[in-house]
């Protein structure tokens, strides 16, 4: 399975635009980038998924790479509820989901 | 449309008693993924389950754990002879089809406590 490196944690203010970056040097053409974050104790919650082309919901935007060696979750303002741990997923040919460490972000009022 | 639903919330077991946790699908969802989580650590995949048909069980512990995902009714996650160390929280994921490109859909998962 293709690994992804995220920052161990992150900081924003309210009402701020996030980006959360992941690398991942090694994903394969068939790759999915998943994002999902986990609120504290409660399951993960997918937030997006894309393939190649950036792609938008209303929780939040991905930006990948024209190489797609990268990726950027946007979170266009932050609120306090968007506190959690944001975890960045490939998704091979497996069908299972391997999560890594994340990144923790913290939203200041 | 429900969601994932996992009962208990919370379980309490003595060391060598069992433990059965239940993840029910949402409707419509026949692919099921069941994760532990250890206090403070990230999720590991533990089997990957279709109705009736384990189909990647490479994350379970090969002796006291055993899943099943029946034609009818929940996922069962089952723990015999539970000691301290199974004490986490285990979460059960539900996809329409096989995860590639297809979101997972996670229960608010069950804490196990091993006393």
């Known amino acids: 399975d293709a690994k992804t490196t995220q920052p161990n944690s992150m900081e924003s203010n309210e009402e701020e635009p996030v980006h959360l970056p992941c690398n991942h040097s090694?994903?394969?053409?068939?790759?999915?980038i998943h994002w999902y974050r986990q609120l504290p104790s409660q399951g993960p919650e997918y937030v997006i998924h894309?393939?190649?082309s950036n792609v938008n919901n209303r929780m939040a935007s991905l930006a990948i790479a024209e190489d797609r060696k990268s990726s950027t979750l946007i979170l266009h303002r932050a609120t306090l509820r968007d506190a959690a741990v944001y975890y960045c997923?490939?998704?091979?040919?497996?069908?299972?989901?391997?999560f890594g460490t994340g990144t923790r972000l913290q939203v200041f009022p | 449309n429900a969601g994932v639903m996992q009962n208990p919330r919370h379980l309490v077991r003595r060391r060598g008693q069992e433990a059965r946790l239940r993840c029910s699908p949402m409707?419509?969802?026949?692919?099921v993924y069941w994760y532990r989580q250890l206090p403070e650590e990230g999720l590991k995949f533990m089997v990957y389950?279709?109705?009736?048909?384990?189909?990647?069980e490479s994350g379970m512990p090969k002796e006291r754990f055993s899943a099943e995902f029946p034609k009818e009714g929940p996922s069962i996650l089952r723990i015999q002879q539970v000691v301290r160390g199974d004490s986490a929280a285990y979460f059960c994921?539900?996809?329409?089809?096989?995860?590639?490109?297809?979101?997972?859909?996670f229960g608010n998962g069950t804490r196990l406590t091993v006393t």
């Open positions: 090694t994903i394969s053409g068939t790759d999915y």
């Open positions: 389950l279709q109705k009736e048909n384990i189909i990647d």
């Open positions: 894309g393939l190649t």
């Open positions: 409707k419509g969802h026949s692919h």
């Open positions: 994921a539900s996809s329409p089809r096989g995860q590639e490109g297809s979101p997972l859909h």
């Open positions: 997923i490939l998704a091979g040919s497996t069908d299972k989901l391997i």
